[in-house]
């Protein structure tokens, strides 16, 4: 059983619209679900992605109105990594973000840092990877200057001995280089974990946080995650039924939470994905609260209004 990379990063937020205006609008994403947090119906969990809702570029995030900025601290993710194509995308990125007011670092030329509107740290790199470019169509983001999907990401660990252990003997990555960077790849596709020194603050969980990260799997070996991890001796939820994937989530001995996520059955069991991100979905189990759960929601734009995408299968 290999992991195929990340599958899924999920954050929070503090202002539902203004983070759907940054993630499609200013990065070009489309949004691929707009539900809500299964475990709180009473908030939004809104996905973004490539056009196809493939895993690998999924990010998510629970919307809490007016939660106060979060601050990353040992045992959280505190950077996402993305790729793009080429260094002609980092310079456009890089004037794009520029343009919209948006403070960026570049990092000896390789690269572009920047935060989104709540300070979640985000760092573009030119890809080196054979795997598929997971990008989405937008009339401002050039195809070849898109956003291609997780390189990776980066997390403080108050063990780095135990999060390094638990990576290569459990759940099989592989280090990379001299630093404390393991790469999880399976048969689809790969990406990596990173650990930085911890700061002397201690994080805290809010706006601008990234909540866990989710790594890939399938149905068929899901099974056997969940095995592995109780012989492991690892607390765990056991199998959690997501709608869209089926999972496990366990905390590695850093503290970062990990969730197992599956291919299947992806985000067009509630229809075609031309309709993805068009109207509010509900996993069967709280459709009959449809009502009462939209009153409580906020209001959020269509963010395609006004502009038709390619025919699907257009771009790659």
């Known amino acids: 059983m290999r992991l195929d990379g990340i599958h899924h990063i999920s954050a929070i937020t503090g202002d539902a619209p203004g983070n759907v205006d940054f993630y499609t609008r200013v990065l070009g994403l489309r949004m691929i679900a707009k539900t809500v947090n299964q475990d709180d119906p009473s908030v939004y969990h809104l996905f973004y992605g490539d056009e196809h809702a493939r895993p690998g570029a999924d990010l998510t995030f629970f919307e809490y109105p007016g939660a106060v900025p979060g601050r990353p601290g040992a045992g959280m993710v505190h950077r996402i990594v993305w790729r793009v194509g080429c260094a002609d995308a980092l310079a456009f990125w890089a004037s794009r973000l520029t343009d919209e007011g948006v403070t960026v670092t570049r990092g000896d030329g390789d690269s572009v840092r920047f935060a989104d509107p709540e300070g979640l740290e985000h760092e573009l790199v030119v890809s080196s990877s054979n795997d598929p470019a997971l990008i989405a169509e937008h009339p401002d983001v050039p195809a070849e200057h898109a956003l291609q999907g997780f390189e990776g990401v980066r997390a403080y660990s108050h063990r780095p001995d135990g999060s390094a252990r638990m990576l290569e003997q459990l759940m099989g990555a592989e280090r990379i280089g001299d630093e404390d960077r393991f790469q999880l790849r399976g048969e689809r596709r790969g990406s990596w974990i990173a650990f930085d020194p911890a700061p002397e603050n201690r994080g805290r969980q809010s706006a601008g946080v990234v909540h ?79 009502e009462q759960i939209a009153a409580r929601l906020t209001p959020l734009p269509d963010p395609r209004a006004g502009w038709a995408p390619a025919p699907s299968g257009a771009t790659s």
């Not at 012989?231 to 869209?244: C, L, N, T």
């Open 212 to 290: 866990h990260v989710a790594f890939g799997t399938t149905d068929e070996d899901l099974p056997g995650w969940i095995e592995r991890v109780a012989e492991a001796r690892v607390p765990s939820s056991g199998f959690v039924d997501r709608h869209y994937f089926h999972s496990l989530y366990f905390r590695e001995p850093g503290g970062v939470l990990y969730e197992l996520a599956t291919l299947e059955p992806g985000f067009t069991v509630d229809g075609p994905v031309e309709e993805l991100g068009t109207t509010l979905i509900l996993p069967p189990f709280l459709e009959p609260r449809r």
